[in-house]
């Protein structure tokens, strides 16, 4: 009612400025008051029109600065004045306001992901001693024992996953490979004659010259499933379970000659087809500009067959001293830790780091220890270790 009280006087103004300019106090034919009043005659023409007192009323006219006291006041239009309408941001529930730094860790969205890293490593293994370097001229054995020791190998890991649930839970499958080799040569000096490690006693004992040589061929297949957490506007947190099938070979061969070998060599076949269940986790704690600290721990227990294939001959391949193998079925544990910095925003990250990886008593390959009795043999459980870099980028679709 207060507008249209304001817009009739408003209106009434005008007509009155506009009609009348004589007689401010009122407007023709309508009294002050508001009640009708008649108008005065029209004169004829060439009269002399006469002027008719207005009617005095005691009530001024009102004038704009009264008629704007009766306006309303301006609605609040500022984000604060619909406060009770706006609800405000929720940072973690359904990943809803997730910084940009943490996107490719918790993204918020589903879709597919991926992921490679590039791997350089240096595999480590206890059972690959293969000759003793003996200054002793009678029966002592005195002189080191040389093994080989695998140089740095390089491979991959890639991951390819599945998020929904708005990012918040996936499936992936991701898998392993890498390759590294080892080689050594000995020659035997005046005061050191060689003791080889790898043949049966009583047959092939010295030799002038020998060299070994090892590979490894590794690989692994993971199936996962994954949750992902924002613990902190700056900590994120990604779950991991899941069954990993492994298939990791190594070989292991020594070449002897002189003295009592006459192009002797000895190789080994050894393999692990293992399958388990893992667990995992990766935490990335992210500072400015997207640089963060990232780890990753996994573990789990493998069942499967180790087989260990020993041949040796004599005789460049003519003469054939042991040719058998050890098959067992063997539990297998194992573990892996990461870590490293990197980079990363909207769905991109970029990381690299350092990571070591241990099998427990992966390899079992028989010796043969008794120079009369020719089954007297035993095992001798290895580990396998790998540690090394990792370069890895990832992409959110």
């Not at 001024?60 to 600065?65: D, H, K």
């Not at 597919?112 to 001229?137: A, C, K």
């Not at 899941?242 to 002897?256: C, E, V």
């Amino acid at each position: 009612m207060r507008y249209v009280r304001s817009w009739a006087g408003i209106g009434a103004l005008l007509v009155f400025a506009g009609g009348v300019t004589a007689q401010p106090g009122t407007l023709p034919g309508i009294g002050a008051s508001g009640t009708s009043m008649p108008l005065a005659p029209t004169s004829p023409p060439g009269a002399q029109p006469t002027a008719s007192p207005a009617p005095s009323t005691g009530q001024p006219i009102r004038s704009l600065s009264a008629l704007s006291d009766d306006t309303l006041p301006t609605k609040d239009l500022t984000p604060a004045g619909f406060g009770d309408l706006v609800p405000p941001p929720d940072k973690h529930g359904g990943h809803g306001e997730i910084p940009g730094s943490l996107t490719p860790m918790v993204p918020q969205h589903g879709g597919f992901y991926t992921t490679g890293e590039f791997l350089l490593m240096r595999p480590r293994n206890s059972d690959m001693d293969f000759v003793i370097r003996n200054s002793s001229g009678g029966l002592g054995t005195v002189g080191p024992i040389d093994s080989l020791n695998y140089q740095l190998g390089s491979g991959l890991r890639a991951e390819i996953g599945y998020l929904y649930d708005g990012g918040k839970w996936e499936t992936a499958f991701a898998y392993t490979y890498l390759t590294a080799g080892a080689d050594s040569t000995i020659f035997s000096t005046p005061n050191v004659s060689l003791l080889p490690t790898l043949t049966r006693p009583g047959l092939t004992d010295r030799a002038l010259t020998a060299s070994g040589t090892a590979d490894l061929d590794y690989q692994l297949f993971d199936l996962l499933a994954g949750r992902r957490f924002v613990i902190q506007d700056n900590l994120a947190v990604r779950a991991i379970a899941g069954f990993r099938f492994s298939d990791i070979r190594q070989t292991l061969n020594a070449f002897y000659d002189g003295a009592d070998a006459n192009q002797a060599a000895v190789r080994t076949r050894s393999r692990f087809q293992g399958f388990g269940p893992l667990i995992g986790a990766e935490a990335t704690l992210a500072g400015p500009k997207g640089f963060h600290l990232y780890t990753r721990a996994t573990g789990g227990f493998l069942s499967g067959r180790s087989t260990n294939l020993v041949i040796e001959t004599n005789d460049s391949g003519a003469t054939t001293y042991v040719n058998s193998r050890y098959d067992v079925r063997k539990e297998v544990p194992f573990g892996s830790l990461a870590v490293g910095a990197g980079w990363q925003y909207r769905t991109i990250s970029i990381r690299a780091g350092y990571e070591v990886t241990h099998w427990q008593g992966i390899f079992e390959r028989p010796r043969f220890v008794d120079d009369v009795s020719q089954g007297k043999v035993i095992t001798r459980p290895s580990n396998l270790s790998l540690e090394g870099l990792f370069i890895q980028a990832s992409v959110v679709y």
